[in-house]
């Protein structure tokens, strides 16, 4: 019999559950247990009736398939970055476990388990000169990332990660492992690219493409708002000017007046605007040489860097965080509400950040295999994040006020809303602001018939039913 760990001893149900799989299982109460429902996001964490971290395939469908029969909702987590709404009781598969990479060079592909992180495709990819359609942070699960879109590095050169996947296998509430392709599960296939995978199953794995990109330049340049808060304004100007080979970011946040913190940074507004230049090397200083001009410049990381190391562009803090987030697309930024943007945030009681994405280029295009990705006319994308001082205070009316008097000032201009590049739950008003009418329409007959009793929970769901 499996492993179970628990501090009551084990009930009949998890001796059950435990014979049916291969990884251990892990009740309430125990530290194994807490150490695999708890990832980055740490509001609404997961409070299932168990956990099993599966070992392979075999052990999701046995989980999946022994919760179903009980009527258990169920979930899977890896790293925990998209966290939103906790599951309460039923079933968490844990996919750490799962984390082979295997690439094959002469096809340009990589076949990625759900317990991979970027970090682990890109490095392996990079040992043969290609690069995944990775996004800012190494440490995200490439799978949930590529099926919610995926709005990386290359992604005005090469689109969304989700139109590049040739194959997902999922794990639907029947049990059942479905190798899923365009000409196997046409809908399923559309759906789960762009729609998400959470909503209709358990992802085991993908086939992704790869691309001929080994090295880039990029990295950030760090500019200072306090002295200069037109920087934002000035990186929209210069956005209407780069080529597809450029993706861009800025983040803007208050750095705290204290040790730790580099000297030129404390206690001053700060725009880290993060670049990737995929075209001639020899161009890409030429190409971000404007935005020096933007505002003092406080740190610069720009270089040219082999793209395993790629996660060195954003350099973003991957400590756990008590966060949440609204975010928003735009077909146009409007320079007087980013001044408004800059203030409002600068000056909050409590700790917040901005995050802006260049889009369009590739990104607008229609890719060879439709899919369930939406807005894709949307110019720009905004995400602000507010974070908790402890898990305990939670996510407060202020908080809350904030992010949607932020969103608020972008109105005129909203398309929509983005699953990649949102943070924290969605209910499901939220997720029909992701998708136009007909897209809704045939995700909620893609969930009626592969989930109809809504056995898979999510934090962007997609009602069996329909909105």
Not at 38 to 57: K, Y
Not at 136 to 149: D, I, N, Q
Request: net charge negative; glycine share 12%; proline share 6%.
């Amino acid at each position: 019999m499996n492993e179970t760990t628990s501090t009551t001893g084990n009930t009949d149900m998890l001796r059950d559950l435990a014979g049916r799989v291969s990884g251990p299982v892990h009740a309430p109460g125990t530290r194994a247990y807490d150490e695999t429902r708890t990832g980055m996001q740490l509001l609404d964490r997961h409070r299932p009736d168990a956990v099993v971290e599966a070992a392979g395939s075999q052990d999701v469908c046995a989980a999946v398939a022994w919760a179903s029969e009980r009527g258990l909702r169920v979930s899977a987590q890896l790293t925990g970055h998209g966290l939103g709404a906790g599951l309460e009781g039923g079933l968490l598969v844990a996919t750490r476990r799962l984390d082979g990479v295997r690439v094959d060079p002469g096809r340009s592909t990589a076949w990625v388990e759900a317990g991979a992180t970027w970090r682990t495709v890109a490095e392996a990819a990079a040992e043969h000169g290609l690069a995944p359609l990775s996004g800012s942070s190494p440490e995200v699960g490439a799978v949930s990332y590529t099926l919610g879109g995926g709005v990386g590095l290359l992604a005005r050169r090469y689109g969304f990660a989700a139109d590049h996947v040739r194959r997902v296998d999922l794990v639907t509430a029947d049990g059942r492992l479905r190798q899923i392709t365009k000409d196997s599960d046409p809908d399923l296939f559309w759906a789960v690219r762009g729609g998400g995978a959470g909503a209709f199953g358990v992802v085991t794995g993908m086939e992704i493409d790869l691309f001929p990109v080994p090295r880039i330049y990029g990295g950030s340049l760090y500019l200072d708002m306090t002295a200069d808060p037109g920087a934002l304004e000035a990186w929209r100007r210069w956005t209407e000017t780069v080529p597809e080979e450029l993706t861009s970011g800025v983040s803007v946040l208050v750095y705290p007046d204290m040790e730790g913190v580099p000297e030129p940074m404390r206690g001053r507004q700060v725009a880290q605007v993060s670049v990737a230049w995929s075209g001639p090397s020899e161009e890409g200083a030429k190409v971000v040489e404007p935005l020096r001009s933007a505002a003092p410049v406080l740190a610069d990381t720009l270089r040219e860097l082999p793209y395993g190391e790629s996660g060195a562009v954003f350099d973003e803090h991957h400590d756990q965080a008590g966060f949440r987030g609204r975010n928003v697309l735009v077909d146009r930024l409007d320079g007087e509400a980013l001044a408004e943007l800059a203030r409002l945030t600068g000056t909050a009681p409590f700790f917040c950040a901005v995050w802006l994405r260049h889009l369009g280029g590739a990104l607008a295009r229609e890719p060879r295999v439709a899919n369930a990705v939406g807005h894709r006319g949307a110019a720009y994308a905004l995400t602000v994040l507010t974070f908790a001082d402890d898990e305990d205070a939670g996510d407060t009316g202020a908080m809350r006020d904030l992010r949607e008097e932020a969103a608020a000032l972008f109105g005129p201009h909203a398309v929509g809303r983005s699953f990649t590049l949102g943070f924290g739950p969605m209910d499901e008003a939220g997720v029909r602001e992701v998708f136009d009418g007909p897209d809704r329409a045939r995700l909620a007959r893609v969930k009626a018939e592969y989930d109809p009793r809504a056995v898979f929970h999510s934090n962007r769901p997609i009602p069996p039913g329909g909105w």
